[in-house]
Nanobody
Framework: QVQLVESGGGLVQAGGSLRLSCAAS????????MGWFRQAPAKEREFVAV????????YYADSVKGRFTISRDNAKNTVYLQMTSLKPEDTAVYYC?????????????????WGQGTQVTVSS
């Protein structure tokens, strides 16, 4: 079956950096757009970034533009989220998700598969 497994979360001070990874299995990775979402306590899940299935398109939420970078390695079936200049408001559980042949899916219901999430906590 399809599995998406996130890693790399943790506790970091404001201004610091983290790199999240999401390893996929059970699907043809290169045919899926890979996105990152996050959900803070008592808030809805929100879009962070997406890399299209072809790798040709990348899109970011305004709140992370210029600070976060999404990338993918199809040989390793892995998508990454490099996060820099972290702020306390970036604190959330971060999820990766896969959308078959997606170009720029930015809403949760566009995605077919989800990981379990990894906690990112940014202290002030």
């Amino acid at each position: 079956q399809v599995q998406l497994v996130e890693s790399g979360g943790g506790l970091v001070q404001a201004g610091g950096s983290l790199r999240l990874s999401c390893a996929a299995s059970g699907l043809t990775f290169s045919r899926y757009a890979m996105g990152w979402f996050r959900q803070a306590p008592a808030k809805e899940r929100e879009f962070v970034a997406v890399k299209s299935w072809s790798g040709g398109s990348t899109y970011y939420a305004d709140s992370v533009k210029g600070r976060f970078t999404i990338s993918r390695d199809n040989a390793k079936n892995t998508v990454y989220l490099q996060m820099t200049s972290l702020k306390p408001e970036d604190t959330a559980v971060y999820y990766c998700a896969a959308d078959a042949y997606g170009r720029r899916p930015t809403t949760p219901n566009e995605y077919d598969y989800w990981g379990q999430g990894t906690q990112v906590t940014v202290s002030s």
